[in-house]
């Protein structure tokens, strides 16, 4: 049997029969039909738009369908509010964790209801350490129960969601983009405790942007496009190229589309730039028209690095030059100043500016070009925005329109918009296409190739090695916050980076 064997062929668990949800006059799912078998773990794949939110929603009582109907062992049930959902044995981990960070492990595990001593409100911790180590045993993990969860790893804050889930008597668990931030190793360990579920009859609907990820970890694959089911099969009769053909209905012939930009004088020269605990002598340059990677596995310091040479963290010392100029940057303020632009991985947090509309986050890093004295020329920003939104092709429906309504994929373009609005020269990206779908993917690294065709230079950090190797001029490896390795063209290979990244 296939894929860690266990599941059940005849035991449907959840069936999901002609769903429907309109918003207005949006249709986000129109008649959508699938079944789930116990201890089944499906991929739900779709671009960012196609109903995998909604869909999601729906099963957790976030939002109510139309019409169609959902069976779980058999029963109609009507879902009408999370609580609904949680007894009929459905729970959501998000993409965005949910841990109390200052509790322990026990208490964000059994949060629900920690065990009293007998006839007291005083909590029976014996017990509570007991109950979270059976749980984390079934699970084949060995987490401390009394261990603060801020102090666990990005991995192990997941782990902990999903022991909470178990807990809760879940039989299905939705897992929204898990590995998000993980590196390698964590991604394993994840994939471990996701198939010893499998082995204990939990059904698993595993949605991730990554292929590769759904190939290895699914035994069936459901696609959304436009808010219909396009395709349902096993992983075993699906390659990568064919998942991506459904999701976009059409074949996206270069995924990774390189353009040969002409690559001309050093733009920015870094020598001896020490942050300290993080980052140590970091020597480095940047040519016009380049885009130069860098790559490492957690804790390499790449994110430091970007961040030190935007001004958010003070190099304890460096020498700095750009165009041949010694800089000393501050702040980002100073590095605005210098042209030079950052656009963070955590777009939701450090990247958009999510109360406000799409005209006002274009403009925000280049005010001084509207100031009219003590007023600021509202036209001009307008013109301005227009101007980008066309560039870029960013779908909205207005330019008043608040950017957290858009795409992951509109949210980045918009903030390319920003910094190419403010001429910067150098764009410093992190993670540029972390959670965007593959044909948004695409055209993000049309826009990165762009920009370096007409003469400016990206340093670009990501943990998604092929597309290092797709687009990348030359990378840097970094591990415990060195350089380990620069690597030029045909250099740039999985096995280099892999082999760099993990040096001490």
């Known amino acids: 049997m296939d894929k860690n064997t266990a599941v059940s062929k005849n035991l449907t668990l959840l069936k999901v029969t002609r769903v429907t949800k309109s918003f207005s006059s949006i249709k986000a799912l129109s008649e959508v039909s699938f079944e789930l078998k116990k201890g089944e773990i499906l991929g739900l794949v779709g671009e960012n738009g196609a109903g995998k939110s909604t869909l999601v929603n729906i099963l957790g009582g976030i939002y109510k369908k139309d019409d169609g109907e959902i069976l779980i062992n058999g029963k109609q049930v009507d879902i009408k509010n999370p609580i609904i959902s949680k007894n009929e044995g459905i729970n959501i981990v998000h993409q965005e964790l949910t841990v109390f960070n200052y509790l322990n492990v026990a208490e964000n595990v059994l949060i629900d209801g920690l065990p009293r001593l007998k006839k007291t409100s005083i909590i029976n911790w014996p017990k509570a350490y007991k109950v979270t180590k059976d749980i984390l045993k079934r699970l084949k993990v060995e987490i401390n129960p009394r261990a603060i969860v801020e102090k666990l790893s990005i991995a192990n804050k997941r782990i902990t969601e999903i022991a909470r889930a178990i807990h809760a008597k879940g039989q299905i668990l939705i897992l929204d983009e898990p590995t998000t931030a993980l590196n390698n190793n964590d991604v394993r360990s994840l994939f471990s405790v996701i198939k010893e579920m499998k082995k204990a009859g939990i059904s698993v609907i595993f949605i991730s942007h990554l292929l590769d990820e759904i190939l290895e970890i699914c035994d069936r694959v459901i696609i959304l496009r436009d808010g219909k089911l396009v395709c349902d099969k096993q992983c075993s009769d699906l390659d990568r190229n064919t998942i991506i053909k459904y999701m976009v209905g059409k074949e996206i012939s270069e995924q990774y589309p390189k353009i040969k930009s002409k690559i001309n004088e050093i733009v920015l020269n870094v020598n001896n730039l ?46 700095i030059k750009i165009k041949d100029k010694e800089v000393r940057i501050k702040d980002p303020i100073d590095a605005i100043r210098y042209g030079i632009g950052y656009i963070s991985a955590d777009r939701k947090f450090e990247g958009i500016l999510s109360t406000l509309n799409i005209k006002d986050n274009i403009n925000v890093a280049n005010l001084n070009a509207g100031d009219k004295g003590i007023l600021m020329d509202n036209n001009f920003f307008k013109k301005n925005s227009t101007y980008w939104v066309d560039k870029m092709k960013i779908k909205i429906d207005n330019l008043d329109q608040k950017i957290q309504k858009l795409s992951g994929g509109n949210q980045q373009k918009v903030l390319i918009s920003r910094w190419l609005n403010s001429n910067c020269k150098i764009l410093i990206f992190d993670e540029p296409t972390k959670g965007i779908d593959v044909g948004a993917k695409t055209e993000i690294y049309k ?58």
């Open 274 to 319: 020490n942050l300290r605990d993080f980052l140590f002598d970091i020597n480095f340059n940047l040519r016009e028209g380049e885009i130069l990677a860098l790559y490492g596995l957690i804790g390499s310091g790449c994110s430091e690095l970007a961040r030190t040479l935007f001004g958010i963290n003070l190099a304890s010392s460096a020498f």
């Open 447 to 504: 826009i990165m190739e762009d920009i370096c065709q007409k003469g400016a230079s990206i340093i670009m950090i990501s943990v998604d090695i092929d597309e290092i190797i797709g687009i990348a001029d030359r990378a840097l490896v970094l591990s415990s916050g060195k350089v380990m390795k620069e690597l030029n063209g045909e250099e740039i290979t999985k096995e280099n980076l892999l082999f760099y990244a993990s040096k001490i």
